[in-house]
Nanobody, 124 residues
């Protein structure tokens, strides 16, 4: 049974940084993406970034390119999301999940094993 646990969220001022962690257990590395998504109140869950654990390729939403970095530490089965230059519009609950069906990296329907989420709040 694959389980994902997110942590690292918090409250920061605009321009600040946070690093989110997603610990994967029961997971077998494959080319399927591990992705970070976020959901703000009243909005749909959207893809933020994804990484292919075997290929090492990474993908980002246009809104976070140049500010966020996704990485994988295989020794600890952890996917990180380093978030710099945070903006108030980055405020959301952040989730990680594993891709289960072939899709574009940002297609939420293809992901499963969602974690419980970690809240990020950015004040202006």
């Amino acid at each position: 049974q694959v389980q994902l646990v997110e942590s690292g969220g918090g409250s920061v001022q605009a321009g600040g940084s946070l690093r989110l962690s997603c610990v994967l257990s029961g997971y077998t590395y494959s080319s399927n993406f591990v992705g970070w998504f976020r959901q703000a109140p009243g909005k749909e869950r959207e893809g933020v970034a994804a990484i292919s654990p075997t290929a090492g390729s990474t993908y980002y939403a246009d809104s976070v390119k140049g500010r966020f970095t996704i990485s994988l530490a295989k020794a600890t089965n952890t996917v990180y999301l380093q978030m710099n230059s945070l903006k108030p519009e980055d405020t959301a609950m952040y989730y990680c999940a594993v891709q289960r069906f072939y899709s574009m990296w940002y297609e939420r329907w293809a992901y499963a094993n969602w974690g419980q989420g970690t809240q990020v709040t950015v004040s202006s």
